[in-house]
């Protein structure tokens, strides 16, 4: 196996370090928060409910773990669209979010994004973008890494962008100053290292209000497991609500064109119902400081039928200066582990 930068159809590593802040923040809205919970079935009080979240001492309703993804989407679409000149298709492989505040009702966050690394492994290109978003008071609230595979037309149908030009809904290729994106920037721009935004200390000082005390928890520990099931409609509703729209997720030639069974839910629906899963079990949804994924399957949703997912997890260790404890998640659909390594640094009361 060899790994390490690697030139690929287009200088892929003289974009290593290409990075950008997108040209307007992102208002978190209420309702948006609601739809994003209900697309990851998320129905923690929390997220729906200003009175239940004030009971957790939050000032207005938090977004799901994952919730900034959709933030992500829209800062992303310049590199992405630099990368489509040289890859037929990108797909999501590995996703870490670093937690340090929890996002609100009423957040404006603006993303630093960059592309951090390229490696190839089992010829192919992994490429790692990384996202910092800052709130307006200046503080780093998330940071997002996200790793992608570059696919060319060796690895899918070589007829597949006619196709996707032909089913992808209009107007994605143009998008209005008013949202949070980059599109504008006419090239990249180093944010001010003298003004770096500092780290917010929120997540890992707040007392976290969790149905479970500290002492009530154990190394070995399993957490009650949950079945999701999805259908396709379920598909389309989340491509909506998160922006994203590539249609291996609801569009049958597509996925076939690029080798799949079938339609495939996406990569960070099964991120955010996981996610869900364990902030269900933890009672509050800003215990959760840390959460990594690295994708090994895909679960595939027919025409005809729901698919499932099975959550399971349990305590792989704990830490009794910190309070905290790091989850071990496993998700299975169709009997393969959709999960290659999931795990969730999370903190108790």
Not at 63 to 72: E, N, Q, V
Not at 248 to 262: K, N, Q, T
């Amino acid at each position: 196996m060899e790994e390490g930068l690697v030139e690929a159809a287009f200088d892929v590593v003289g974009l290593v370090g290409y990075r950008y802040r997108a040209d307007d923040c992102y208002v978190v809205g209420r309702e948006k928060i609601r739809e994003y919970a209900r697309a990851v079935q998320d129905f923690h009080p929390a997220h729906w409910s200003e009175g239940a979240a004030g009971e957790l001492g939050y000032a207005g309703l938090i977004a799901p773990t994952t919730f900034i993804s959709t933030t992500a989407m829209l800062a992303n679409r310049k590199l992405l669209e630099t990368l489509k000149t040289g890859y037929d298709v990108v797909v999501q492989t590995d996703q870490v979010f670093e937690m340090y505040k929890p996002v609100l009702t009423g957040d404006r966050l603006v993303s630093d994004v960059e592309l951090a690394s390229v490696r190839r492994i089992l010829g192919k290109d992994l490429l790692t973008i990384t996202n910092t978003f800052t709130d307006q008071t200046g503080e780093v609230v998330q940071v997002m890494h996200t790793t992608v595979a570059g696919l060319t037309s060796e690895d899918v149908d070589p007829g597949i962008s006619d196709v996707i030009e032909r089913v992808v809904m209009n107007g994605l290729g143009t998008t209005p100053r008013t949202a949070a994106t980059s599109a504008e920037v006419d090239g990249p721009s180093e944010p001010d290292s003298k003004a770096a935004a500092r780290l917010s200390p929120v997540s890992r000082t707040r007392v976290p209000r969790t149905a479970l005390r500290f002492e009530d928890i154990a190394v070995g520990d399993e957490l009650p497991a949950r079945t999701v099931h999805l259908t396709r409609g379920d598909l389309v509703n989340y491509a909506g609500v998160s922006g994203d729209a590539n249609p291996i997720h609801w569009h049958d030639e597509v996925a076939a064109l690029v080798g799949l069974p079938d339609v495939i839910a996406h990569g960070m629906l099964t991120m955010g119902l996981g996610a869900g899963f364990v902030t269900g079990w933890l009672g509050d949804p800003g215990a959760m400081i840390r959460y990594g994924v690295r994708l090994s399957n895909f679960t595939v949703i027919e025409a005809t039928s729901a698919g499932t997912v099975e959550f399971t997890g349990r305590i792989k260790s704990i830490d009794s200066e910190t309070r905290t404890a790091v989850v071990v998640i496993v998700a299975m659909s169709a009997g393969r582990k959709v999960f290659g390594l999931a795990t969730a640094d999370v903190r108790f009361a």
